[in-house]
């Protein structure tokens, strides 16, 4: 009996209809790029400092000394959040005395801003911080939008292959899409930010499903040699590429409605392709659609220029061909010995900061030194060449070796940060730049090495738990960011030394490259320091009981 790469190889594997699939699928992930960064320029916050009423009946002088002074930066700037106590301004400019000279600031009591804050129009126009007055007291609520965002995200990869398993990819592909640009458009009506911030959770959940089962159609569809670069090039680099289109549409227009608006309208241009992607005739057959899954396979013979077989699959022989039931795991199999509960554990640990410092490097972009829209570009488009690297290492060098150095280089030069002098803002931006790249590398590298480290029994569900990890460190990467408000270097230390420790623990993985992906646990290779363990078992057994060699005489 034929399987189905067998019963479909006449199409060839890359013909038009190969070429037009990856490019529509890579193609609709383009609005997850811009919508999964937008935080960076709806929830940023400008310079602000607290309003003085234009009737508090202050002399030009005490107006211009109104807001007392604090260090930051290791410079004395204007409080964002205190203000001297109005009542008693008053009354010292009506008495005449000066400021600095007749009274000391320092001495004056002080208040939080009572009437509000006026916010700075250099960087944005309006934000929901300025539309909702998301600073000082109410400032946790910014770090928690972005937090919220990927908890939907989280929920969504939960729900997103379920879903497709049982309606199908084409529809779920569809539908994760129209969540994800109509909730988006709801959001430009938000009253408060606490319904911001639900439709915003909404939106997570529609842009991980349509990234997710983008992947699976195209996966199902195209054949062994197109699958590698389409996981690891196709959908990444457009990805990129809509991640790149973010700042642009954020440069032009600095209202954050509107900007919602400009990211909305893309969303749109999919519609179409409901009558070009086709859906997966490997889910189609698993359903026991046969005739549907070969008006797919004629048509893409047809578009591909190839003649079909007459009879694509005999349907007596299709009732035979249903995947074996397999033996039920469970996620206690994840720690079911010390080795693989060993692999688990780091397995965790890697995917978790990853995505600490993959996240945490995206969303500080308007904290680096200079322009915040050129730092947010430059971030984006260091991500194609990390793909291309991260595709070249996997095909041509050893899994570990290859990890630990992107990871150490990505540490170390986020940690070299704090050394560089103030006056070197271009080197700052470029270890920042440099640390992204090799991060952004590893992120690509880790779903390869993952499905190589587990048996086929598990491997799903190992896939599901490293990538809820992954989930859990994006959920907590904007308080990473918020640590700048303490220490402009704070998040950079902990994101490169988290990112030098998961490099070391990637050395004490079992190698996979150039190995078959392990079918049972008896398979899978050993941490390493269990490896050696065994290996020095074993020769002190040898010495103790030699084996004796009986030769004829």
Same mark, same amino acid.
């Given at each position: 009996?034929?399987?189905?790469? @067998?019963a479909?190889?006449f199409?060839?594997?890359?013909?038009?209809?190969?070429?037009l699939? #990856?490019f529509?699928l890579?193609?609709?992930? *383009?609005?997850?790029g811009?919508?999964?960064?937008?935080?960076?320029?709806?929830?940023?916050?400008?310079?602000?400092r607290?309003?003085?009423p234009?009737? %508090?009946?202050?002399?030009?002088?005490?107006?211009?000394?109104?807001?007392?002074?604090?260090?930051?930066?290791?410079?004395?700037?204007?409080?964002?959040?205190?203000?001297y106590?109005? @009542?008693?301004?008053?009354?010292?400019? %009506?008495?005449?005395?000066?400021?600095?000279?007749?009274?000391?600031?320092?001495?004056?009591?002080?208040?939080?801003?009572?009437?509000?804050?006026?916010?700075?129009?250099?960087?944005?126009r309006?934000?929901?911080?300025?539309e909702?007055?998301?600073?000082?007291?109410?400032d946790?609520?910014?770090?928690?939008?972005?937090s919220?965002?990927?908890?939907?995200?989280?929920?969504?990869? #939960? +729900?997103?292959?379920?879903?497709?398993?049982r309606?199908?990819?084409?529809?779920?592909?569809?539908?994760?899409?129209?969540?994800?640009?109509?909730?988006?458009?709801?959001? *430009?009506?938000?009253?408060?930010?606490? &319904?911001?911030?639900?439709?915003?959770?909404?939106?997570?959940m529609?842009?991980?499903?349509?990234?997710?089962? @983008?992947?699976?159609?195209?996966?199902? +569809?195209?054949?062994?040699?197109?699958?590698?670069?389409?996981s690891?090039?196709?959908?990444?680099?457009?990805?990129?590429?809509?991640? &790149?289109?973010?700042?642009?549409?954020?440069?032009?227009?600095?209202?954050?409605q509107?900007?919602?608006? @400009?990211?909305?309208?893309?969303?749109? #241009?999919?519609?179409?392709?409901?009558? +070009? *992607?086709?859906?997966?005739?490997?889910?189609?057959?698993s359903?026991?659609?046969?005739?549907?899954?070969?008006?797919?396979?004629?048509?893409?013979?047809? *578009?591909?220029?190839?003649?079909a077989?007459?009879?694509?699959?005999?349907?007596?022989? !299709?009732?035979?061909?249903?995947?074996?039931?397999?033996?039920?795991?469970?996620?206690?199999?994840?720690?079911?010995?010390?080795n693989?509960?060993?692999?688990?554990i &780091?397995?965790?640990?890697?995917?978790?900061?990853?995505?600490?410092?993959?996240?945490?490097?995206?969303?500080?972009?308007?904290?680096?030194?200079?322009n915040?829209?050129?730092?947010?570009?430059?971030?984006?488009?260091?991500?194609?060449?990390?793909?291309?690297?991260?595709?070249?290492l996997?095909?041509?060098?050893?899994?570990?070796?290859?990890?630990?150095?992107?990871?150490?280089?990505?540490?170390?030069?986020?940690?070299?940060?704090?050394?560089?002098?103030?006056?070197?803002?271009?080197?700052?931006?470029?270890?920042? !730049?440099?640390?992204?790249?090799?991060?952004?590398?590893? #992120?690509?590298m880790?779903?390869?090495?993952?499905?190589?480290?587990?048996?086929?029994?598990?491997?799903?569900?190992?896939?599901?738990?490293t990538?809820?990890?992954?989930?859990?460190g994006?959920i907590?990467?904007?308080?990473?960011?918020?640590l700048d408000?303490?220490?402009?270097?704070?998040?950079?230390i902990? &994101?490169?030394?988290?990112?030098v420790?998961?490099?070391?623990?990637?050395?004490?993985?079992?190698?996979?490259?150039?190995?078959?992906?392990?079918?049972?646990f008896?398979q !899978?290779?050993?941490v390493?320091?269990?490896?050696?363990?065994?290996?020095?078992?074993?020769?002190?057994?040898?010495?103790?009981?030699p084996?004796?060699?009986?030769?004829?005489l």
């Amino acid at each position: 009996m034929r399987d189905y790469e @067998a019963a479909t190889a006449f199409l060839g594997e890359w013909g038009r209809f190969q070429r037009l699939v #990856f490019f529509l699928l890579s193609a609709s992930t *383009i609005p997850n790029g811009f919508n999964g960064m937008s935080a960076v320029f709806l929830a940023g916050t400008p310079e602000h400092r607290c309003v003085v009423p234009g009737g %508090a009946n202050l002399s030009a002088e005490w107006l211009n000394a109104s807001i007392p002074l604090e260090l930051r930066g290791g410079q004395a700037v204007p409080s964002r959040c205190r203000r001297y106590r109005l @009542a008693a301004l008053t009354n010292l400019s %009506a008495l005449g005395l000066r400021p600095g000279s007749d009274v000391e600031l320092e001495s004056l009591e002080q208040e939080p801003c009572r009437d509000g804050w006026e916010y700075s129009r250099d960087v944005y126009r309006s934000t929901i911080v300025t539309e909702w007055n998301l600073v000082c007291e109410d400032d946790w609520k910014v770090p928690l939008t972005t937090s919220l965002f990927f908890v939907g995200v989280l929920i969504g990869s #939960f +729900i997103s292959g379920q879903l497709s398993d049982r309606f199908g990819r084409k529809n779920i592909l569809f539908l994760t899409m129209a969540v994800q640009t109509a909730f988006s458009f709801l959001q *430009i009506f938000s009253i408060s930010w606490e &319904m911001f911030t639900v439709l915003f959770l909404i939106v997570g959940m529609g842009q991980i499903s349509n990234y997710v089962v @983008a992947f699976i159609l195209g996966t199902e +569809i195209l054949g062994k040699s197109v699958r590698i670069i389409f996981s690891t090039l196709g959908i990444c680099i457009f990805f990129a590429i809509g991640y &790149m289109l973010l700042p642009l549409f954020a440069y032009f227009i600095r209202d954050w409605q509107m900007l919602l608006l @400009a990211l909305t309208i893309p969303g749109l #241009f999919c519609i179409p392709l409901w009558w +070009i *992607i086709p859906e997966s005739p490997r889910w189609l057959i698993s359903q026991g659609r046969y005739k549907e899954a070969e008006v797919i396979i004629r048509k893409a013979a047809k *578009i591909n220029g190839v003649p079909a077989p007459e009879v694509l699959f005999d349907t007596a022989e !299709m009732q035979d061909w249903k995947p074996q039931q397999q033996q039920k795991a469970i996620l206690l199999d994840l720690f079911r010995t010390r080795n693989i509960a060993t692999i688990t554990i &780091m397995s965790l640990l890697l995917w978790f900061f990853t995505s600490v410092g993959y996240f945490g490097l995206s969303l500080s972009t308007p904290n680096w030194h200079g322009n915040a829209y050129i730092n947010c570009f430059l971030s984006a488009v260091i991500e194609v060449p990390a793909y291309v690297i991260a595709w070249l290492l996997l095909r041509c060098l050893p899994r570990r070796y290859s990890l630990a150095g992107i990871f150490f280089l990505g540490g170390g030069v986020v940690l070299f940060i704090q050394l560089v002098p103030a006056d070197f803002n271009v080197l700052s931006v470029g270890l920042v !730049m440099l640390g992204k790249f090799g991060i952004t590398a590893a #992120f690509s590298m880790l779903y390869v090495y993952n499905v190589e480290l587990y048996p086929t029994l598990v491997r799903n569900m190992a896939v599901g738990a490293t990538s809820t990890a992954s989930r859990l460190g994006s959920i907590i990467a904007p308080y990473f960011v918020y640590l700048d408000a303490y220490d402009k270097y704070l998040p950079y230390i902990l &994101m490169g030394s988290l990112t030098v420790l998961i490099g070391i623990l990637t050395l004490f993985l079992p190698e996979s490259y150039g190995n078959s992906l392990p079918e049972s646990f008896e398979q !899978m290779l050993k941490v390493k320091c269990f490896r050696n363990r065994q290996q020095t078992t074993g020769i002190r057994n040898a010495k103790e009981s030699p084996k004796v060699l009986v030769t004829p005489l």
